[in-house]
């Protein structure tokens, strides 16, 4: 697979935007992750989706409801974490050769705005009542560390297996 998602610059810079109040306190968390290969989607790329949910909410408790195909190619879950922050991810394998993302995108919403940053690509757009702002990536932000994320992942399958609503923590 193509470098991890979490030392893409475009996500070190929408950190900045969350840690610097760029658009206020953080209300929403939206992860969008599609990749060529084969395997089950949440054991193919939940590893990076829930650290790249880390770095974004900062480590919480969420309550989480998931749900997963027949064939497990694609599992999706809605989750609130701490401080009501809502969070969204979905992530697919799609059958095809070699392991490599074709679609990795990241929508911080906020109380005064939002960030969107394409985590395969060089851009990021920074929205507020001001208008919206192309922003240049910058450096790399901290390393999260991974933590454990067996208990997460069995959380998520869990509740999609089950149709009900699971807590746990990233």
Known sequence: MSAPLTVHPGLARALVAIRGAEIGLLRAVALDVVATGEGDALRVLGPEA???????????????????????????????????????????VVTGEGSDHLRASLRLVG?????????????????????TTHVPFGGHGAEIPLGEATDIFAAIAESARSGRTVTTSW
């Open 50 to 92: 829930i650290d790249v949910l880390r770095a974004a909410t900062g480590p919480t408790t969420v309550d989480l409801q998931a749900h997963s195909t027949v064939d497990g190619g694609s599992t999706t879950f809605l989750a609130r974490g701490g401080h009501g922050i809502a969070v969204s991810a979905h992530l697919s």
């Open 111 to 131: 109380t005064h705005g939002s960030v969107l940053v394409d985590l395969l690509r060089p851009q990021l757009d920074v929205r507020t009542a001001a208008g």
